[in-house]
């Protein structure tokens, strides 16, 4: 990935990242660390992304709650970015040409929407959507670069 060049981080990078003992948890600490928090790669995440990392933390607590939401509030170089009628007309018709799930199409739409061209994600399903409905956009799968 070239340095400063904005990337979009779907859920399952987060997830990874945060959770720590996953098998792509290093893959993603590498993204999130090495390159977003030193300001390398600025990233971008969905409205979407937050409401799935924020699931376990609520059964969990305030505390995990209070982490998690630190986090995706004040990580440097981190963005959310809301879903509008723009991102959410793209993600219909993402659908339309795909298999992808709601959440996922929300997602990439996102990036679409943003302008970002590369996309880290864990999602095998991904590949070819992409290819079909989003080819401006390359995907990273964190499982390609596992183990480090």
Not at 7 to 15: E, G, N, R
């Amino acid at each position: 990935m070239p340095p400063n060049t904005e990337i979009l981080l779907d859920t399952s990078v987060v997830l990874a990242y945060l959770n720590a003992g996953e098998a792509a948890s290093p893959a993603a600490t590498v993204v999130i660390d090495d390159f977003v928090r030193t300001g390398r790669n600025r990233a971008t995440i969905s409205a979407v992304s937050v409401a799935e990392t924020l699931v376990r933390p609520f059964d969990a607590g305030p505390a995990a709650l209070g982490i998690v939401d630190a986090f995706l509030l004040h990580f440097p170089n981190l963005t959310v970015t809301s879903i509008d009628y723009a991102i959410a007309r793209e993600a219909a018709r993402l659908r339309a040409r795909t298999s992808l799930k709601t959440p996922d199409a929300l997602i990439i739409a996102t990036a679409l929407g943003a302008g970002i061209g590369i996309v880290i994600a864990n999602d095998a399903k991904w590949a070819s959507a992409i290819a079909d409905a989003a080819p401006a956009v390359t995907l990273c799968h964190l499982d390609a670069h596992v183990p480090l």
